[in-house]
């Protein structure tokens, strides 16, 4: 008489080959033949019915987690899927993770429904599927929302709320700040900068021009805004564009670059620094005006970029 041992359990493992084709977008089906042209090649006596149904399985699971990823702090307390620490870190990163190609297009755009309805524009430009271009841009303006009036350091407030790795979350971080500020991004002009070129300047301008900055005197613990008193005190640079400020200026500022940047770039802001600095003094004498803020990166580009 033949013995068999079962052994039931609920341990969820996640097939995370799988998951990436379902943030992908990839329907089951579709999903199925890319795993068919794959690991699966030599194994003509699985058909494609037969992995049809096991990846429309993980498919099922997939949408009801992500019910609970859209607030991960859910994700450890619930008890339908029991899915250990490792596992659960991966499915949130992963799915706040973005393509750089599709933010790039929906950032300097409110973040509202009528935007949300011409994705099929983006998908098609960047070739990504509109399902993953409308997780991603939900995903932002989640995370915009649960943040944007929360005081403290958006980094940590993100962090925090979405369990993310610390440098996705100052992306993230960056990415509200533009939103908040509603800097323009979309010109035609400024299409040669990358997401990571804006996201760069954003976390530049958290550090030291938000309400959370060292030098900051309001004390008003809120990096999502631009600290008001201190564009409003750019405007006693006025002085400098005096023809016998110039000089000391020029070598102050040449001093303080000189082991920053290259030799070439510093020659070229020897050259050229007289218009240089007037042009970057007259854009932060102006950024007291909500106007000239939002401009701020078509100034540079116009005004500054040699």
Known sequence: MATLDVFVGNFTIIDFE?????????SDVDAAHVLQKGELQHCPWVTIEDIVSEVHDHYRLFNHLEKILKNPTHLADQQIHQIDAEAQTLLIEKYYQFDEVVIREIIGKKLSGRNRKDLDDVSEK???????????????KRVFKTVEEMLGSLV??????YLISADLARKYAALVFIANNRFETGKKKLSQYSLLTFIKCANQMITNWSY?????????DMDVDLDRKFLQDLRD???????????????FVLQALR?????RALQDL????????KSIINIAMGLNHSREVRDIFIDIYEKVSY
């Open 156 to 161: 940590d407030n993100i962090k925090t709320h």
């Open 237 to 251: 640079l006025k002085p400098l564009l005096e023809k016998e400020s110039i000089e000391e200026h020029r070598s």
């Open 126 to 140: 960047t070739r990504r599927s509109i399902k993953k271009c409308r997780r991603q841009f939900d995903n932002l």
């Open 212 to 220: 959370s900055a060292d030098e900051c005197k309001s004390h008003q």
């Open 18 to 26: 799988l998951y990436d084709l379902w943030l992908n977008g990839l």
């Open 259 to 263: 082991s920053s940047i290259s030799r």
């Open 270 to 277: 020897e050259d050229n620094f007289k218009n240089i600095s």
